[in-house]
Structure formats: structure tokens, C-alpha cells
T-cell receptor
Framework: EAGVTQFPSHSVIEKGQTVTLRCDPISGHDNLYWYRRVMGKEIKFLLHFVKESKQDESGMPNNRFLAERTGGTYSTLKVQPAELEDSGVYFC???????????FGPGTRLTVT | DAKTTQPPSMDCAEGRAANLPCNHSTISGNEYVYWYRQIHSQGPQYIIHGLKNNETNEMASLIITEDRKSSTLILPHATLRDTAVYYCIVRAPTPTGNMLTFGGGTRLMVKP
């Protein structure tokens, strides 16, 4: 069974540009989460999808971040315009509806210069 | 979510048992104890979780005290590949989700 995949593994962009991160959850997992770790800080929750619906987006830092999960399969996280403080590692995780373990992807390292 | 307290770092000799403590004195009756770890440059990895009974799987054992105010993750025979940051997370799963709140964790260094 394939695990959670994320693309790209690393992205370097300039301040003010736009970047879109993609996450492909484990097949059949209705729950999809985004987290991030910015430099020197702890891993923080961003938002949670159940299928295509946003269940909780309380962790989204501001309106420069937009997450979508069309069709309830893969998800994208767009940052527009990117700022220096957005640099960090963005993780995606998925879980089945009725189990509690979350399976994480390898992360996307975002560097904003 | 209940707050957890973990030592920032620990060392363990290869082949020996690694015992990682976690204090969660304010845990509520419906909150589970989860353990995840993050090996350098990888995404967090689920290890084990429990409510009140001790649990064991192929990776580790979880010992929860009777009052549930603390727990210990045991890696029975630590290897160099177990070097990672270990996170103890206490959370009451909601019907539709289960977001995780990561603290600082314990950095376990397994030494030859």
C-alpha cells in the first residue's frame, strides 16, 4: 500500500511569488490534515479535511493560505503571496474515518527568499 | 488538550531498552495517549496509542499508570535507527477528526 506522498519535496521561491503544495493521501482515507514546522518551532496543525469538506481550519495563519481538496482525493495548499516567515516544512497526513492513527508524508520544504 | 511534559533529551545504548517518560497530570477521562516519532528529515511516524490499559505492538510498548497521569514508551531493544524525536500527545478524538498537538518531544540518541 502506497503511503502519503507530497510534491514537491523542496521548493525555493522569492517573496511575493505563489507556490502550490500537493498531498496525495493513502487511498481510502477520508481524513486529510496539513501541518507545518517553521524554523525552530514545533509542528503546528493547519487544517483538516473530511473528504472534500474543511472540518477545521483554525490553524491556518492568514488568508494568504488556501487549501483545497476537490473530489475528496488529493489536496493542495497554495501560498499567495509567499512571505519570508512562511519558510518551513509542510507535512500532510491522512487517516481512516474510524481509526485514530495519522500517517504522515515526507513533507515539502519551502524556502522563501 | 491535556498538556504533556517530556524530558528534552535522553541517551540509550544500542540493544538496550529505551524508556521514554511522559507526564500528563491533567489528562481527562476520554483522552488517549499517543506516541509519534520523527526521524531526521522525515515526516512524523505513528508508534502506539492507549487509553488506560497497557499496549504493545511490533514497535513498542506503552505503559500507562493506573491514575493515567503519566506514561512510558518502551522500545525493548533500541537500534541506531531509533534515534529520533519522540512526541507524547494527549488527545480526545472527535467523531470526525483528531488533530495532533506536538510539543517539544524527547530527542532520543541511541549510541553504539
Amino acid at each position: 500500500e502506497a503511503g502519503v506522498t507530497q510534491f514537491p519535496s523542496h521548493s525555493v521561491i522569492e517573496k511575493g511569488q505563489t507556490v502550490t503544495l500537493r498531498c496525495d493521501p493513502i487511498s481510502g482515507h477520508d481524513n486529510l490534515y496539513w501541518y507545518r514546522r517553521v524554523m525552530g518551532k514545533e509542528i503546528k496543525f493547519l487544517l483538516h479535511f473530511v473528504k472534500e469538506s474543511k472540518q477545521d481550519e483554525s490553524g491556518m495563519p492568514n488568508n494568504r493560505f488556501l487549501a483545497e481538496r476537490t473530489g475528496g482525493t488529493y489536496s493542495t495548499l497554495k501560498v499567495q503571496p509567499a512571505e519570508l516567515e512562511d519558510s518551513g516544512v509542510y507535512f500532510c497526513a491522512s487517516s481512516q474515518r474510524h481509526t485514530y492513527e495519522q500517517y504522515f508524508g515526507p513533507g515539502t520544504r519551502l524556502t522563501v527568499t | 488538550d491535556a498538556k504533556t511534559t517530556q524530558p528534552p533529551s535522553m541517551d540509550c545504548a544500542e540493544g538496550r531498552a529505551a524508556n521514554l517518560p511522559c507526564n500528563h497530570s491533567t489528562i481527562s477521562g476520554n483522552e488517549y495517549v499517543y506516541w509519534y516519532r520523527q526521524i531526521h528529515s522525515q515526516g512524523p511516524q505513528y508508534i502506539i496509542h492507549g487509553l488506560k490499559n497497557n499496549e504493545t505492538n511490533e514497535m513498542a510498548s506503552l505503559i500507562i499508570t493506573e491514575d493515567r497521569k503519566s506514561s512510558t514508551l518502551i522500545l525493548p531493544h533500541a537500534t541506531l535507527r531509533d534515534t529520533a524525536v519522540y512526541y507524547c500527545i494527549v488527545r480526545a478524538p472527535t467523531p470526525t477528526g483528531n488533530m495532533l498537538t506536538f510539543g517539544g518531544g524527547t530527542r532520543l540518541m541511541v549510541k553504539p
